[in-house]
C-alpha cells in the first residue's frame, strides 16, 4: 500500500481499512536483539498544527544524540481510537531523519492496548518496522486492578481474554503508567525497556525528555 494512503486516510472508513491492514502485520515476539540506540517521540498540537519532537539516545546509558523537531498541518480530525492518524505522519517524519537509524523507539501512547490493537506504538511500529513500546499515561482500554503504591509494582491489563499491557507503578506514590508492546517485542521485554529507562521522574527519561521539548514548542506556538 502506497505510504500516503496508509497515512493520510481520505476519512474514517478508510482510517478504519488501514488499521485492518496495517493489523495484519503485527508480530509481538521477544526481542532479536539488545537495542544499542534508543528513539524517544512525544507530540502535541497548537492551533492547527502537529508538533512533534523524536529524540534519539545510546542504550542503556541514555545519552541523546539527535533531537528532530517536525511541525506539520493536522491533516486528520480528532476520533477517539484514531490518533495515530493525526500524530502519527509528524513522527514517522522525524523518525525518519534521524542518522543512524534507532534500534526500538519509545512512544507516549498505546500500543496493542487498544480497542483495534493499534494505538500509536504499534502503528508507528508496523510502517517503520521497529520494535516499539507505548507506554502512555492514562488508561485506554481494558480491565486492570490498581498496582500497590510502591515502585515496581504491577498488575496486568486484560482485553477480551488477553494481556494486552501492563499498568506498572514507576515512582512510588504517583500515578502509574500503562506500557504495552508496539510490535516486534512482547509484554516482558517492553517492561524490561521501561524499567531501564527509568530515573527520578514518573515518565521513563527518554519521553520525559521528549516530552520536554514538545511542551516548549507548544507555549511557544501559543504565546506568539
Known sequence: MDLNKILYPVDLAGARHIQEELLSQLKIQPLQKKPSLLAAADATFSREEVLAAILLFTFPDLKLLETQIVRQPISFPYRPGYLSF????????????????????????????HPKKMGLATFVGII?????????????????????????????????????????????GVKPLFISPGHLIDLEDSLKIIKACLGPFRLPEPLRQAHQVTAKLRQATWSS
Do not use: M
Not at 502519527?88 to 523518525?95: D, E, K, S
Not at 500497590?148 to 488477553?162: A, D, M, Y
Open 86 to 113: 493525526r500524530e502519527g505522519p509528524a513522527i514517522l517524519r522525524g523518525l525518519s531523519r534521524l542518522s543512524p537509524r534507532p534500534d526500538l523507539i519509545l512512544l507516549d501512547g498505546q500500543g496493542i492496548a
Open 128 to 172: 517503520a518496522g521497529l520494535p516499539s513500546v507505548g507506554c502512555a499515561k492514562s488508561h485506554l482500554v481494558g480491565n486492570y486492578q490498581e498496582p500497590g503504591r510502591e515502585k515496581g509494582c504491577l498488575s496486568p491489563i486484560e482485553l477480551k481474554g488477553e494481556t494486552v499491557g501492563y499498568c506498572f507503578r514507576s515512582r512510588t
